[in-house]
């Protein structure tokens, strides 16, 4: 476990779901949403109540590590949209800054084009915003400030009572 | 690689399944999903053949409870165990916070055993993680069928770094839990030594 794990605080989260909720006012879609490359939700905007999104956003990463194995077999460095196209819902699925995967379904109401011109725009928004989330976790590292750590006073006990 | 999440108050950890084909990883995913709380558990995805071999992966997210007001989840993954899904095993490994290594206990499917953990160091080590240094439990699995090899024999070919382990038969459930929650206390321990 390197300094690779991602560490989402409130106010970086709090312009991510802005950023979230504005595409998807934008683009007219149903849902959108953010996951990590490892198949973890970050934050969603839109319907979601109908909808499974942690199997969702695992099968998501599970889509785009495959296509990335299929890019890397033909020489490519990653295929960064993937679009799939059904006899209602669309689901455009875009990978931003090599971490991260935007996905937007939607329907008749929008359309791949539109999608396509917001998705791109946001996508640079987003970017900004997991770079701010970087240099701010490894700041927080190397001061040392980790008051707030969830884990600086886990027990055992608290562990163990995980599996009552 | 875990997500902490300081908005949503929520640890998400992966955790995955490894081992040779048939060993019964799918097998302890079907158990816990089983056995677990209807609000504890999400779907239990099986990407998997008509033969209902693993394809590419099964998944099944548990929600365990709170640790200091933390919602702390696991992502439970298997891998496909077929030598040829290589490239797709690979893949599962991206993130991974801890691995069991799901060992059949046949004589005959000894072999399998040791490519598969050599397959599992090779990909995590691709993926830039080293075995030792993971949290890393080993399920004996099958002990109720008649021609396994004694633990302690598999533990000297599978197991020199004496990691955590346990007899399992995922059929009917013993050893699910316990390494379930093994591998989750380590992942939960490493990851208060880093924050």
Same mark, same amino acid.
């Given at each position: ?25 934008? *683009?007219? !879609? ?6 990590? %490359?490892?198949?973890?939700?970050? +934050?969603? +905007? ?6 499974? *999104? ?7 990463? =599970?889509?785009?590590? !495959? ?9 490519? %460095? ?18 931003? =800054? ?21 998705? %791109?725009?946001?996508?640079? +928004? ?14 927080? %590292? ?23 | ?12 950890? $992966? ?23 209807? #609000?504890? @558990? ?25 640790? $200091? ?43 399998? /055993?040791?490519?598969?953990? #050599? #397959?599992?160091?090779? /990909? ?19 002990? #109720?069928?008649? /021609?396994?090899?004694?633990?302690? /024999? ?30 989750? @206390? ?6 208060? @030594?880093?924050?």
């Amino acid at each position: 476990m390197s300094g690779s794990d991602l560490i989402m605080y409130e106010e970086e989260f709090s312009r991510i779901d802005e950023e979230l909720q504005r595409l998807y006012v934008q *683009t007219n !879609a149903k849902v959108v949403f953010l996951v990590d %490359k490892n198949g973890q939700l970050i +934050a969603s +905007a839109g319907e979601t109540r109908d909808i499974d *999104t942690t199997s969702l956003a695992s099968l998501t990463a =599970g889509n785009i590590a !495959a296509t990335g194995g299929i890019a890397r077999l033909l020489g490519e %460095k990653e295929f960064t949209i993937l679009f799939h196209e059904g006899e209602n819902d669309n689901i455009h699925i875009s990978l931003i =800054g090599q971490r991260v995967i935007l996905v937007v379904i939607f329907d008749k109401r929008s359309s791949l084009g539109l999608v396509r011109l917001r998705v %791109k725009k946001s996508s640079e +928004a987003l970017v900004k915003i997991f770079n701010d989330i970087t240099s701010k976790s490894e700041k927080e %590292k190397s001061v040392d400030s980790f008051d707030e750590s969830p884990f600086a006073e886990i027990s055992d006990e608290d562990i163990d009572n995980l599996f009552r | 690689m875990s997500f902490i999440n300081y908005s949503s108050r929520e640890i998400n950890c $992966k955790i995955v399944y490894y081992g040779p084909g048939l060993c019964g990883k799918t097998t302890n995913l079907q158990y816990v999903y089983k056995k677990t709380n209807p #609000d504890q @558990k999400g779907k239990l995805i099986s990407l998997a053949t008509e033969t209902e071999r693993t394809l590419f992966f099964d998944f099944l997210p548990l929600a365990l409870g709170d640790i $200091k007001g933390f919602k702390v989840r696991f992502h439970l993954y298997t891998v496909p165990g077929q030598v040829f899904y290589a490239a797709s095993r690979k893949l599962i490994l991206k993130g991974v916070d801890g691995v069991v290594f799901v060992a059949d206990s046949q004589i005959e499917r000894m072999e399998a /055993n040791i490519e598969s953990l #050599d #397959d599992l160091r090779i /990909n995590l080590a691709e993926q830039g993680y080293d075995l030792d240094k993971l949290p890393y439990t080993i399920q004996y699995n099958k002990r #109720d069928l008649p /021609n396994i090899a004694p633990v302690e /024999n598999m533990n000297r070919l599978l197991n020199p770094r004496n990691v955590p382990y346990f007899d399992g038969i995922a059929v009917t459930g013993p050893g699910v839990f316990e390494t379930l929650k093994n591998i989750a @206390k380590q992942v939960l321990i490493e990851l208060k @030594k880093h924050y």
